[in-house]
């Protein structure tokens, strides 16, 4: 259960507060006189590093706390609200927020899984005190290892010698303690161990080769390198958890990392769309660009639609950590495989808009550019596209028999942004898979409540609903096809246009959770504008023949796009105030 302790760090209020803090350090992003605005980040961006000024606002923040447990000193309690508070870093730079922050919480959740007091303890104080983590992830069968480059643990004395090398890891020179996975066996197959080793940047790092700098298109600011060894000792307290535990452990740091990541990246396009909305806003009447062509009203609503789509894929999928332990591999799977398509083709519209201005490095839009080069590479690593729909597929396979009317859904709580009221997640990692699909389940339940919506808007709720709910029939018919075929074939592409339905699927669940736990309230998340958009575009994403043009859902959601730009708050479920 929660502490009252506890509770003042994750309290809505508190997290508010917090959250407000930081963007009020940060200030506006578009104000040239401010020493941490755009045209610094751009300017640290072009010399290949991060801005050090933010990397000190950061220190003073004491950003790391976010990553430490609460029982450790930390303030970590929650996974939606780290992924909300590190959306204030993203949203001025990608390479900060991957750098300075994501990097050192996906190392330091191997050690808060398996490692002992005395490993979990050492690195709560380092994280504390303002050091930094880097971690190399094995790489699945089904993963992005194109170097194909591993290290091997050789038993020695009671200890290991560590050898070989890893081509491409993220602050790995500027980092006092790494996390690292190594072949125990020393051969092909060999079982996978976890060990906790010091950094180059730590007085125990000597002896470790630091391989050339790998430049890269977006994250510029980010320094990833390689790292060499050649039968580098590692004493047996270096090791986390069991000999040969590595794979399991690192599956079961995946739902952790997998989830936030990408919901941390919602604060990069969070920015391309208001860098957009001030290009549409600045032109006259009579150019293609301004807010009275068809075009430009569709791109900026269509995106605002997505990052709506994305966050509610993004707040069940962190929340179910918490709350469905059992299911949050596969969800965390979902947003892995669907978010970075959909992000990534919001960005895509929105530089039509732009024109030859998308392409601009510096002055008012030059941070639209920054973003359309980073928001691709959040989306990298070795729990990727590939991997992440490895899970999907094995998933439908056990939906066979599943019956979504018959299912349990899932809690209120895991579509409720502001509910504070969680129980803790245990750092043992997620419960085996489960049988069932809180999802779907909730998407039988929910649709229901679509037709309670009249006109215009209710019209067009109930029918991306029904599009919904025939494509789970089809696709649960189709998964029982699937389950029948002999064990031991190679997956069919059937099966990966499965996974891609499926997701869309999960995500039009998520969408009308949130709006029909929200629907009795008041304020956006009340209206059925957005959902109906929402939902509208998932079906249309299913089924072409189910894309339509809903006028009073984008005259309300235009309204709201131009209300937050105005009055600087998020594009997001929460609409943060932003920037000071």
Same mark, same amino acid.
């Given at each position: ?6 509770? !003042? ?27 941490? $605005?755009?045209?610094?980040? #751009?300017?640290? &961006? ?16 004491? /950003? ?14 929650? /996974? &939606? ?13 990608? =390479?900060?927020?991957?750098? *300075? ?7 330091? +959740? +191997? ?17 504390? !005190? ?16 194109? #170097?194909?480059?591993?290290?091997? !643990? ?75 060894? &050649? ?10 958890? @069991? ?63 997505? /990052? ?22 596969? /969800? $965390? ?14 960005? *895509? ?43 999907? +597929? ?30 803790? *997640? ?20 929910? =649709? ?51 996974? &891609? ?12 959770? +949130? ?7 008041? $304020? ?33 959601? #235009? ?16 609409? @943060?105030?932003?920037?000071?």
């Amino acid at each position: 259960m929660t502490t009252v302790a506890n509770r !003042a760090y994750s309290s809505e209020a508190a997290v508010q507060e917090r959250i407000a803090q930081l963007e009020h350090a940060f200030g506006d992003l578009e104000d040239p006189g401010n020493p941490l $605005g755009a045209e610094q980040f #751009l300017a640290a &961006d072009d010399r290949a590093r991060l801005l050090p000024a933010a990397e000190r606002l950061l220190d003073r923040f004491g /950003l790391n706390a976010e990553f430490v447990p609460q029982e450790l000193g930390g303030r970590l309690d929650r /996974l &939606d609200v780290l992924s909300r508070v590190l959306r204030a870093v993203f949203r001025r730079d990608a =390479a900060l927020g991957l750098g *300075y922050g994501l990097t050192s919480y996906m190392a330091s +959740v +191997v050690v808060w899984a398996d490692g002992t007091q005395e490993q979990r303890r050492d690195t709560a104080e380092l994280l504390l !005190a303002g050091g930094r983590m880097a971690c190399a992830y094995p790489e699945p069968p089904q993963g992005n290892d194109f #170097l194909a480059n591993r290290l091997t !643990a050789r038993p020695d004395r009671g200890g290991y010698l560590l050898s070989g090398r890893k081509e491409a890891l993220n602050s790995a020179a500027s980092a006092q303690s790494l996390v690292l996975f190594a072949h125990t066996l020393g051969a092909a197959q060999g079982e996978l161990s976890a060990f906790l080793v010091p950094g180059p940047d730590s007085p125990d790092g000597a002896n470790l080769a630091l391989l050339p700098r790998r430049r890269t298109v977006g994250i510029r600011g980010c320094v990833v390198q390689g790292l060499e060894f &050649d039968g580098h000792r590692l004493d047996p307290d270096r090791l986390i958890g @069991t000999p040969g535990s590595g794979a399991q452990l690192a599956e079961r740091a995946f739902p952790l990392t997998r989830s936030t990541g990408l919901s941390m990246s919602l604060g990069c396009a969070d920015t391309a769309l208001r860098t957009t909305t001030a290009f549409a806003r600045s032109h006259r009447s009579r150019s293609r660009a301004s807010l009275h062509t068809a075009r430009t009203r569709t791109a900026l609503v269509d995106a605002f639609t997505d /990052l709506l789509i994305s966050d509610c894929v993004s707040l069940v999928t962190t929340r179910s950590v918490h709350l469905l332990p059992a299911e949050c591999r596969l /969800l $965390g799977a979902v947003a892995k495989y669907l978010l970075p398509t959909v992000l990534n083709e919001a960005v *895509y519209d929105l530089s039509i808009v732009l024109g030859a201005e998308s392409y601009a490095r510096s002055g008012s839009y030059g941070t639209f550019q920054k973003t359309a080069r980073d928001l691709p590479m959040i989306g990298l690593g070795s729990a990727g596209t590939a991997s992440s729909r490895a899970v999907i +597929v094995a998933h439908l396979l056990r939906l066979a028999e599943f019956d979504p009317s018959a299912g349990e859904e899932a809690p209120a709580a895991l579509f409720r942004p502001f509910d504070a009221d969680l129980p803790g *997640y245990g750092q043992e990692g997620p419960a085996p898979a489960a049988g069932g699909d809180s999802l779907l389940a909730s998407l039988a339940c929910s =649709a229901r409540y679509a037709a309670s919506v009249d006109g215009e808007l209710g019209e067009a709720l109930a029918a991306a609903t029904a599009v919904l709910t025939e494509q789970l029939r089809t696709l649960l018919a189709a998964c029982a096809e699937l389950a029948a075929q002999p064990r031991g074939r190679p997956v069919s592409p059937r099966a990966y246009a499965m996974a &891609d339905r499926y997701a869309l699927i999960v995500a039009g669940a998520a969408c009308l959770g +949130v709006w029909r736990h929200h629907r009795d309230s008041s $304020g956006f998340l009340a209206d059925p504008a957005w959902a109906a958009m929402a939902l509208t575009r998932i079906a249309g994403r299913l089924d072409k023949a189910a894309a339509r043009i809903l006028p009073l859902g984008e005259e309300r959601m #235009l309204a709201e796009v131009l209300h937050r730009f105005d009055d600087a708050r998020s594009y997001d479920l929460y609409s @943060t105030a932003i920037g000071g």
